[in-house]
């Protein structure tokens, strides 16, 4: 098997590739290359035993894409964005990249399809942002599409066309419908929903956070092991066994911010908890008062997707995969 990732310089490329490389196969099938790009070049993972090419590439400019399914990859896993708080800041960047850079990759495999049958598996990294509110209790697969963001509205006209391209034949897509991933590991990015793993990250490596929302606020979430594995799994899917409704709500868990904190004095202790600093911001505020806070998600469940059942497994995840910690 052949593997493109595009988008693979950030948190989830980076960890993918590295899973993908160490593990040589992808269910019952080898892994024979890795392409992995970005805008930025990605690092190949460390002792990779496959062949493994990177280059820096931006797939929202045209001719791009077709150069990069030249060599007929069976695996496309497209995670390239931007987040949601620059996306929302620069509607012209966000439009150009979310939106027109996905249409230039499906268009690129559709036209492909039509020169030689070529028809690989793509896999394309949605999100929950495509909900808005007002909500049920539990919002399931089915519920309408009505994001209240401009990176959701991007994602969800993606997960449309993504459905029609696999309904016509050109290839056979699956959107992952992302929760919010926490805790994520380095510096603080432009999102708006970072500051849920920054009052966890920080405070674990003694540093200050600042919480610019009430603890009251309820949220979706899944740790970056539990997205690695859920597009792992979407690979190795019966494309028959999804059906039509291509685009899935991925298992996580529904907790509160208070919660998080709650977690977090367990795990690292009292003192951490004193590096937490309120500090309101009406621009986050308002953003999240829009977002999702829990899923029916046996859709997914029942496809054999997992993820995490507590924040305190959450945080455990991260102590083992970045610190080399148990707790």
Known sequence: MKVLIIGAAGMIGRKLAAQMAADGRIGDEAVEALHLVDVVEPEAPAGAGIAVR????DVSVSGTAARLIEGRPDLVVHLAAIVSGEAEADFEKGYRINLDGTRDLFEAIRIANGQDGYRPRVLFASSIAVFGAPFPARIPD???LTPLTSYGTQKAIAELLLADYTRRGFFDGIGIRLPTICIRPGRPNKAASGFFSNILREPINGQEAVLPVSEDVRHWFAS???AVGFFL????????AIGPRRNLSMPGLSATVGEEIEALGRIAGREA???IRRESDATIARIVSGWATDFDASRAAGLGFRAETSFDEIIRVYLEDEMGRTA
Request: aromatic share 4%.
């Open 233 to 240: 799994h979407a690979a190795t899917l019966d494309g028959d």
């Open 142 to 144: 089915e519920f309408h």
């Open 224 to 226: 970056p092991r539990a």
């Open 54 to 57: 990177t280059e820096a590439a």
């Open 273 to 275: 908890l004193r590096l």
